[in-house]
Nanobody
Framework: QVQLVESGGGLVQTGGSLRLSCAAS????????MGWFRQAPGKERELVAA????????YYADSVKGRFTASRDNAKNTVYLQMNSLKPEDTAVYYC????????????WGQGTQVTVSS
């Protein structure tokens, strides 16, 4: 399995931006689809964005569509989540995960990074 480490979280005001990074090691990164999940206190973990192994296909939850952009650099074994126009409801711990396909099978997870959006 691939090992994943997220970075880039922090505190930002409403309307601000953050870019999360997820560095992979120990596996063939370019063979995995990658997903970004988030979990807010008292809520279930949800998939907010995913990107195919080549980067040619992406998925976004309706709640982030048009504001978040997933991208990847297979040469750097890194996937990114650019988050713009942040809202207080985006506050959560964000996790990256690896899977054989974009929709199912996420079996490698990072430790998470906290994103807090103040109103």
């Amino acid at each position: 399995q691939v090992q994943l480490v997220e970075s880039g979280g922090g505190l930002v005001q409403t309307g601000g931006s953050l870019r999360l990074s997820c560095a992979a090691s120990g596996g063939t990164f370019s063979s995995y689809a990658m997903g970004w999940f988030r979990q807010a206190p008292g809520k279930e973990r949800e998939l907010v964005a995913a990107i195919s192994w080549s980067g040619s296909s992406t998925y976004y939850a309706d709640s982030v569509k048009g504001r978040f952009t997933a991208s990847r650099d297979n040469a750097k074994n890194t996937v990114y989540l650019q988050m713009n126009s942040l809202k207080p409801e985006d506050t959560a711990v964000y996790y990256c995960a690896a899977a054989p396909s974009m929709q199912v099978g996420y079996n490698s997870w990072g430790q998470g990074t906290q994103v807090t959006v103040s109103s």
